[in-house]
């Protein structure tokens, strides 16, 4: 059984770091691309980096762009990501999917239309206190 499962969400002060991890396990890991989503209160569920275990190609949302860095470990099946100089407005439950990398989706649909994903994880609440 497909199976993503997030850890390291935390409340944390403004300004510190955080490393999220996404652990897969039940599907050939290296065959497809793992994507982080969050949702905040009352907001819809936004896009904010994603990676190509094949060739490792990465995207990051402006809002996290050049604070945040995305890695994936092969050998371990999880996806690491991590944000520095955090923001009140990080503030959400994140989550990562996968997505079956010959899918033919544009770079656009992988970062914002989040039912094309085969597999969601359950997801890690940030809280971020000003």
């Known amino acids: 059984e497909a199976r993503l499962v997030e850890s390291g969400g935390n409340l944390v002060q403004a300004g510190r770091s955080l490393i999220l991890s996404c652990a897969a396990s039940?599907?050939?890991?290296?065959?497809?691309?793992i994507a982080w989503f969050r949702q905040a209160p009352e907001k819809e569920r936004e896009g904010v980096s994603n990676?190509?275990?094949?060739?490792?190609?990465?995207w990051f949302a402006d809002s996290v762009f050049g604070r945040a860095t995305i890695a994936s470990d092969t050998a371990r099946g999880t996806v690491y990501l991590s944000m520095n100089n955090l923001k009140p407005e990080d503030t959400a439950v994140y989550y990562c999917?996968?997505?079956?990398?010959?899918?033919?989706?544009?770079?656009?649909?992988?970062?914002?239309?989040?039912?094309?994903?085969?597999?969601w994880g359950q997801g890690t609440q940030v809280t971020v206190s000003a």
């Open positions: 990676i190509n275990i094949q060739d490792g190609s990465t």
């Open positions: 039940g599907f050939a890991f290296d065959g497809f691309a």
């Open positions: 999917a996968a997505i079956y990398v010959r899918k033919p989706y544009s770079d656009y649909a992988l970062r914002v239309y989040e039912g094309i994903y085969d597999y």
